[in-house]
């Protein structure tokens, strides 16, 4: 390590979500926090942006290699729904990535229904996808992870309510190098359950690394990089 390496790390932080979802398809948030409410008559779906601003590394021609990638909640998370086809199933995603994501409707459902993007898909899913999803290559998606919450009947009470637990935990984080001047943070929060109403807790994503400097030609291929994939969207 030269004089000229920091050690850092990156934190994008998320705000707590409630919502109230009714049987005529109406979403109602309660405690939003910058969330975007994209809900449609059947299912709920919620995005938080936030970013990390790297443009004083980028001035002075710096790169960021992460090592890792972790998150923390603040919380439980809980709901109280009727029973539905779904399970009672809640989705929370933090994907942090050097270029932007679309936050429509139909991006942010694929990520939530088919999985997370970066992965090569097979041609009949593709053929049903018009918008960016799963068209983006996976090195500037630094920090992926879902997690699938389901109803737990053994901490539910009189009313229905319960805490939910996690019944998948998915992680798809390139931690590859990056030289972007603004890391494009998303929480995804996505539920087909209704009748009901629910709650995530706040939530941050940490990236532990080192900026460092790297010789001229191979910090000109990595902008020149960053460039081809923020047009593959």
């Known amino acids: 390590m030269t004089d000229e390496d ?9 705000g707590p979500l409630s919502w ?13 926090s910058g969330y975007e409410n994209l809900s449609q ?3 709920t779906l919620f995005v938080e942006e936030v970013h990390i601003d790297l443009s004083g590394y980028a001035l002075e ?3 960021f290699f992460p090592y890792s990638s972790f998150e923390q909640r603040g919380g439980a998370v809980s709901g109280s729904f009727a029973d539905t086809s779904e399970g009672r199933l809640l989705r929370d995603i933090i994907i942090v990535s050097s270029i932007p994501l679309t936050l429509t409707y139909e991006n942010l459902s694929f990520y939530s229904a088919l999985g997370l993007p970066g992965f090569t898909m097979g041609a009949s899913t593709l053929a049903t996808i018009t918008g960016e999803a799963y068209r983006i290559n996976r090195d500037p998606l630094i ?12 901490t539910q009470t009189t009313g229905g309510a319960s805490i939910y637990r996690v019944v998948s935990s998915t992680n798809a984080s390139s931690l590859e190098p990056t030289a972007a001047d603004l ?4 929480r995804i929060v996505y539920s087909s359950s209704t009748d009901g109403q629910g709650y995530v807790p706040p939530a941050r ?4 690394g080192m900026i460092s400097s790297e010789p001229k030609l191979e910090y000109m291929m990595r902008l020149k990089r960053s460039y081809e994939l923020a047009n593959q969207v």
């Open 143 to 154: 920090h992926q992870h879902a997690l699938v919450y389901s109803h737990d009947t053994t």
């Open 61 to 63: 021609k710096k790169t």
């Open 205 to 208: 994503v940490l990236i532990p």
């Open 6 to 14: 920091m050690q850092r790390t990156l934190v994008a932080e998320f």
């Open 183 to 186: 890391l494009y943070c998303y």
């Open 20 to 32: 109230l979802a009714d049987r005529d398809g109406n979403v109602t948030p309660y405690v939003q």
């Open 41 to 43: 008559s059947t299912d």
